[in-house]
Nanobody, 124 residues
């Protein structure tokens, strides 16, 4: 499966963005999906994950109440709606497929297929 993340950009603090992750080559309905982010010089960190049919989600504590992960299997796309953005949310955001179908897994090594990343910059 190939993943293409998009929707990043420059936004002011307090603003919103919606990231999209479009898949091709295989239906994402067979994958638990996750979003991660990475700042240069730091390890990739878990942001959110969603189960196969979108009925269950898992979030990192630092995004709870601000970010929402969702999926549209008919469109083969996963989304990350980000609100109340803070400067510390600045990072490259990546989508990925979970190897084991477990949306509670937060370590990057549990995810195998990755998109290319989209830059999110939160600054005034």
């Amino acid at each position: 499966v190939q993943l293409q993340a998009s929707g990043g950009g420059l936004v002011q603090p307090g603003g919103s963005l919606r990231l999209s992750c479009a898949a091709s080559g295989r239906p994402i309905s067979t994958y638990t999906m996750g979003w991660f982010r990475q700042i240069p010089g730091k390890e990739r960190e878990f942001v959110a994950a969603i189960n196969l049919d979108g009925t269950s989600t898992n979030y990192a504590d630092f995004v709870k109440g601000r970010f929402t992960i969702a999926r549209d299997n008919a469109k083969n796309t996963v989304y990350l709606q980000m609100t109340s953005l803070k400067p510390e949310d600045t990072a490259v955001y990546y989508c990925a497929t979970n190897k084991f179908g477990n949306f509670y897994q937060t370590a990057a090594y549990n995810y195998n297929y990755w998109g290319q990343g989209t830059q999110v910059t939160v600054s005034s």
